[in-house]
T-cell receptor, first 115, second 110 residues
Framework: EPEVTQTPSHQVTQMGQEVILRCVPI?????FYWYRQILGQKVEFLVS????????KSEIFDDQFSVERPDGSNFTLKIRSTKLEDSAMYFC?????????????FGPGTRLLVL | RKEVEQDPGPFNVPEGATVAFNCTYS??????FFWYRQDCRKEPKLLMS???SGNEDGRFTAQLNRASQYISLLIRDSKLSDSATYLC???????????FGSGTRLLVRP
């Protein structure tokens, strides 16, 4: 069964450093997403991406964040200058098309710890 | 008011029990509705979509009441493997994002 993959599974970084989280969405999917989940809290939407551009972003997704699809398979989330409060699990998701009951499939996540 | 509200639980039930979870959402324009389950430190996994007419998948039954902005999930004959956090999820009309509730934790004991 096709699945979303993410690398690395864990990332530890110093405050102020840049991190890039990588995702390989399901191959025939067209819509890509990033969510985050701070420990003990709910899953929160960050950004959606379609046709090589951001289609929607949340208030969390400020200028420190960017997304890119550098080739036909990878989808990346970059945090330019990490803060302590960026520590969270980051989930990538993808979906095939935006229908009435669209299903987003989630990757296993990258656990980011900012020290 | 929270966009999606759920009772956090935990619900602690014996194997074989029937358990029901409820969820309310604030945006009446919400278009799509789902239940996901999340195991500890894992990704959310789709359990089932929720349709206006109600739908069933084996031991799981989901109901939607648009007038009351209320979604429910019923689990019959609980198994130990059902222990997880159940996430109520809505997607607003004309939006790509999923809005998650905080989840209801279920513990099924032998």
């Amino acid at each position: 069964e096709p699945e979303v993959t993410q690398t690395p599974s864990h990332q530890v970084t110093q405050m102020g450093q840049e991190v890039i989280l990588r995702c390989v969405p399901i191959s025939n999917h067209l819509y890509f997403y990033w969510y985050r989940q701070i420990l003990g809290q709910k899953v929160e939407f960050l950004v959606s991406f379609y046709n090589n551009e951001i289609s929607e972003k949340s208030e969390i997704f400020d200028d420190q964040f960017s997304v890119e699809r550098p080739d036909g398979s990878n989808f990346t989330l970059k945090i330019r200058s990490t803060k302590l409060e960026d520590s969270a699990m980051y989930f990538c998701a993808s979906s095939g098309d935006r229908g009435l009951e669209e299903t987003q499939y989630f990757g296993p996540g990258t656990r980011l710890l900012v020290l | 008011r929270k966009e999606v509200e759920q009772d956090p639980g935990p619900f602690n039930v014996p194997e074989g029990a029937t358990v029901a979870f409820n969820c309310t959402y604030s945006n009446s324009a919400s278009q799509s509705f789902f239940w996901y389950r999340q195991d500890c430190r894992k990704e959310p996994k789709l359990l089932m979509s929720v349709y206006s007419s109600g739908n069933e998948d084996g031991r799981f039954t989901a109901q939607l009441n648009r007038a009351s902005q209320y979604i429910s999930l019923l689990i019959r004959d609980s198994k130990l493997s059902d222990s997880a956090t159940y996430l109520c999820v809505v997607s607003p009309d004309s939006s790509y994002k999923l809005i998650f509730g905080s989840g209801t934790r279920l513990l099924v004991r032998p």
